[in-house]
């Protein structure tokens, strides 16, 4: 149960000022879930019997902002702390999968928890009289279960974007979805063509990031194939391999365990074989062959991220790590500097976390050496980072001044500068700026 003193005084004095004006007033959602899981909430939301108005008149005294009066929804600042707290409430029908045609104020909070989308979200708390929990969603929350509050095919048809919520839910907590809720997920999987990209998005990328992901991406995978459609190709898809013991999406689903909780890193282990469906090919021996499938692989992620609105900048770190994933890595210090050259210390890293990954999610037969040998990649990268190399021409101790003060022009000072920076990688040239300074001159002499 929740104790009194877990509640922040903030909250205390809200509840407190509305009842005694009069009114009755929750803490009610997200919040009581995760006290009741002893776990600190984001935010708290307040429910109450008081119309939009009167919450203002309650809270005169403090900041009030109105972000939802059609909702009935306002925000109080109270010592720092913003607290949206929102009128009882019913809804009337949903004509486009997400939103009610109308919100209909009420005086009754059990009605107002029936709308709710979860039983373990339809639990109210007050500090004095404790908990009001109509649908036995503290039950559900000692039983780890997600379950929703009254027919699941209402909730499902009013706000489809509520099956993306219950798997997240059951990812992030590690819980199972009841039967029952289960079946309607699948049944109505569709009408989440009706939802924005970006809400899709939004709910995915923190299943994408859960703990408890592997047993709900396999069971619902049908619900990411709906905004990942050239992911259904993968399912069952045997690859003919001796390096592989998985078809190619339960050695995804492997990939990305394997990876730490970074979205980048979890959606290039998501998108690093998508494309192997499409590129398969058997040799006269039965073996499998993917030749080519990193590049369709990061086409097909570049196009999917961009149609869920992810933001450029993650859409090109994860194409980056998809083209490269099975890039060979040699144990080379000037080979790892050019890669190093290439990519970034940051990716290049992040590479050798995806491929180790990959390795995780193969035949054993083949895991403790290619493991190794990336260990041995990683000690040699780390030393090379540690001395600071030289990876871009402005890391050179000269410049292009350097190079007119010598008497160069136009395209001769950045070909000059190459051919000097190119000395330095390869390590024929420490990067000194007296060393450079004399190498420059020689270049000028054709003496190089």
């Not at 509640?7 to 000022?17: D, N, Y």
């Not at 909070?109 to 908990?131: E, M």
């Not at 809720?181 to 970006?198: D, R």
Request: hydrophobic share 40%.
């Amino acid at each position: 149960m929740i104790k009194p003193d877990k509640i922040p005084s903030q909250i205390k004095l809200a509840i407190k000022l509305l009842n005694q004006h009069g009114f009755e007033a929750y803490l009610v959602g997200g919040s009581v879930r995760d006290l009741l899981l002893n776990k600190i909430p984001v935010d708290y939301d307040l429910t109450t019997s008081a119309r939009p108005e009167q919450i203002s008149q309650v809270f005169a005294e403090f900041q009030v902002i109105p972000i939802g009066l059609k909702y009935g929804t306002v925000s109080v600042i109270i010592e720092q702390m913003p607290i949206e707290i929102t009128t009882y409430r019913v809804e009337t029908e949903y004509t486009d999968f997400r939103h009610p045609e109308q919100v209909c104020f009420s005086t009754d909070l059990s009605a107002d928890l029936a709308r709710r989308d979860f039983t373990i979200n339809a639990i109210a708390f007050h500090p004095d009289s404790g908990l009001v929990d109509p649908f036995s969603g503290y039950q559900d929350l000692n039983n780890k279960i997600i379950r929703t509050v009254g027919q699941p095919q209402e909730r499902f048809t009013e706000d489809a974007l509520r099956i993306l919520r219950a798997l997240r839910f059951a990812a992030s907590f590690g819980f199972t979805v009841k039967e029952q809720t289960a079946k309607y997920i699948h049944e109505f999987a569709s009408l989440l063509k009706n939802i924005s990209q970006e809400r899709i998005q939004h709910e995915f990328r923190q299943i994408m990031l859960a703990p408890n992901l592997s047993s709900i991406f396999y069971d619902f995978r049908d619900i990411f194939a709906v905004f990942i459609p050239q992911l259904a190709a993968t399912f069952d898809f045997e690859q003919n391999s001796p390096y592989h013991e998985h078809d190619v999406f339960c050695h995804t689903i492997e990939v990305i365990c394997n990876t730490p909780p970074e979205l980048d890193l979890r959606l290039a282990a998501l998108y690093h074989d998508i494309g192997k469906p499409a590129t398969f090919t058997l040799d006269s021996e039965g073996i499998g062959h993917f030749y080519q499938h990193p590049k369709v692989s990061a086409q097909i992620a570049r196009s999917n991220m961009q149609e869920l609105k992810f933001e450029n900048k993650l859409i090109d770190t994860v194409e980056t790590l998809v083209l490269y994933h099975d890039y060979p890595l040699e144990l080379d210090q000037i080979i790892l500097k050019r890669r190093l050259q290439k990519f970034g210390p940051d990716i290049m890293k992040k590479l050798i976390t995806l491929k180790k990954a990959d390795i995780a999610g193969k035949s054993r037969v083949i895991q403790h050496e290619q493991i190794n040998y990336l260990n041995q990649v990683s000690l040699i990268l780390k030393k090379i980072i540690q001395s600071k190399p030289a990876l871009k021409i402005t890391d050179l101790e000269i410049n292009g001044y350097d190079a007119m003060a010598l008497g160069l022009k136009g395209p001769q000072i950045g070909q000059a500068l190459n051919q000097i920076f190119d000395l330095v990688l390869t390590e024929k040239l420490e990067n000194k700026r007296e060393l450079l300074l004399k190498a420059l001159k020689k270049t000028i002499n054709n003496e190089f």
